[in-house]
């Protein structure tokens, strides 16, 4: 079965607001790096469950900018965009708290083997339902890059890396609605065959949905690029646990600054 996602009408509207926890998070979290994504990540752990690994991003706001972009990224939830634990204010600092995810898609580009066809699906199939997501809520990613597309340590894939903060509001009856997000994907969609040398035979499926996605112009494509044939071959959630495990063995994130310097003084 593919990404089990509850339906838009199971989706809580309005949900309670969520506590903003005034405490200190690193004395629940033990920072371990910082991270560039494009944008810097800590990387942290559960003082107490090792394990237990998270991404913490740090916002110098008002206080009624984070209530409101809590507030829609609790409203917005989905399987296919990054969930939002916890939210901290610390000194003059809010702190919001993001599960893990393991690499990004740029990593799994950098990767000198092959990315096989099923492969491909799995990683576009929960793209385009996340998008699809945002689309009925009026909204779109502000950016989509191979950097937005997130792998987890179980092989999901989500969609930005501070999911729906990291998104614009927008008008789906237009014609040009979305525009610049479809062109995204077709770029990214292009890199990833490209990856695989131009001597690589793709089947005629792949070409087939490339074609269409080529000729897709707005938000009103991706009802049809959901329903083509060659997205027939996403068989569930943990598909990419091999691509995940091989970007792991080769990744190489730049260490921008040390635990010293975002612990306050």
């Not at 898609?105 to 945002?134: D, M, N, T, Y």
């Not at 937005?148 to 930005?160: H, M, R, T, V």
Request: aromatic fraction near 8%; glycine fraction near 4%; proline fraction near 5%.
């Amino acid at each position: 079965a593919r990404l089990n996602c509850p339906p838009p009408q199971q989706l809580t509207p309005n949900p309670a607001p969520r506590e903003i926890l005034a405490r200190n998070p690193w004395e629940m979290y033990e920072p371990c790096a910082g991270i560039d994504y494009g944008r810097i990540m800590v990387l942290a752990r559960h003082r107490q469950n090792k394990a237990n690994l998270v991404h913490i991003q740090m916002q110098a706001v008002e206080r009624s900018a984070i209530e409101m972009c809590v507030q829609m990224i609790d409203r917005l939830a989905h399987c296919s965009i990054p969930r939002l634990l916890n939210v901290f204010q610390y000194a003059d600092r809010f702190l919001l708290v993001w599960e893990p995810f393991e690499c990004t898609l740029h990593e799994a580009l950098a990767l000198s083997c092959r990315i096989i066809e099923r492969e491909v699906a799995q990683i576009l199939w929960p793209v385009f339902k996340g998008l699809q997501f945002l689309r009925g809520h009026s909204r779109e990613l502000a950016s989509l890059t191979p950097r937005d597309i997130l792998f987890s340590e179980e092989g999901e894939i989500k969609i930005g890396i501070a999911g729906i903060e990291n998104s614009r509001q927008v008008d789906p009856s237009r014609a040009d609605a979305m525009t610049s997000t479809v062109n995204a994907l077709r770029s990214i969609l292009e890199k990833i065959m490209q990856k695989n040398g131009s001597n690589f035979t793709w089947s005629q499926e792949i070409r087939s949905f490339q074609s269409a996605l080529a000729k897709s112009t707005s938000a009103r494509c991706l009802d049809k690029l959901v329903q083509h044939t060659f997205l027939e071959q996403v068989t569930g959630e943990g598909g990419l646990k091999v691509l995940v495990e091989l970007a792991n063995k080769a990744i190489f994130h730049e260490i921008s600054f040390s635990t010293e310097d975002f612990l306050p003084r």
